[in-house]
């Protein structure tokens, strides 16, 4: 097994009931293009190396508790918050109450799908330079963050009170994880990774590294992928080359 082997982050996937709604909804918020791929359904591209690709796989499962990971967008200004807000809630958006007080300055608001998401004030340094996807911000221990930091090979950009960051080496949104005390699951998580092998990587060995790692083995999807589960025991999908 090589010690060079590392993961690539595909996709970050949101489970929907109306996957072509909710995608046409980010389409229009982070100017994206939508496909609907034979293999993988429906998908934002991204627009250059570092940004995440969102896929939208079909569930029939409603949505009853909050995620454990949301995307979070960022702000030049008051105004820029403004318009962001307003232009989600033309698109179908709705605001959603978490339990944040009046005084803070993110707002927080549901897709058509009710998967949560912040609009962040203006004057946020940890995401400065991200972009205006600033990071997917999720619940999860900090052995989580460091789990993912090796498993895709991606430096840890925070490490401090068991909260963890890791960011792609070619910068780009970050992903975060903001440590205890953690969220019950509230049963399967409709915001999962799929990962794929390094180029010229044998998927099995690529499933090893990560099971020796702290991965666990959860089982084979209907199409032939790998299900495992990251140490917080949140599923993700090793997908296999056709």
Request: aromatic letters at 8%.
């Amino acid at each position: 097994m090589s010690a060079e082997m590392t993961s690539r982050l595909f996709a970050v996937c949101f489970a929907a009931n109306e996957p072509l709604r909710v995608a046409r909804f980010w389409s229009a918020i982070l100017g994206r293009e939508v496909v609907d791929d034979p293999q993988h359904g429906v998908m934002l591209l991204p627009r250059d190396e570092t940004d995440f690709r969102l896929r939208f796989p079909s569930t029939s499962e409603p949505k009853v508790v909050q995620n454990r990971a949301h995307i979070e967008l960022t702000s030049d200004s008051l105004e820029h918050q403004r318009q962001t807000v307003a232009r989600a809630l033309e698109l179908g958006a709705r605001h959603v109450d978490v339990g944040q007080l009046p005084e803070e300055s993110h707002v927080v608001l549901g897709d058509p799908d009710g998967n949560e998401f912040c609009v962040l004030g203006p004057g946020n340094t940890f995401l400065a330079g991200c972009g205006f996807l600033g990071d997917l911000a999720c619940d999860g221990s900090q052995a989580v963050g460091y789990f993912w930091s090796q498993a895709l090979g991606w430096p840890l950009v925070w490490d401090q009170d068991q909260e963890t960051a890791i960011q792609s080496p070619r910068g780009g949104p970050k992903i975060a994880w903001g440590g205890p005390p953690l969220m019950p699951n509230g049963g399967r998580d409709r915001v999962t990774f799929d990962v794929a092998p390094g180029v010229g990587d044998e998927p099995r060995a690529e499933v090893d590294r990560l099971l020796s790692l702290g991965a666990t083995r959860v089982g084979e999807g209907h199409d032939g992928t790998v299900v495992l589960a990251d140490p917080d025991g949140t599923e993700f999908r090793v997908l296999t080359p056709r």
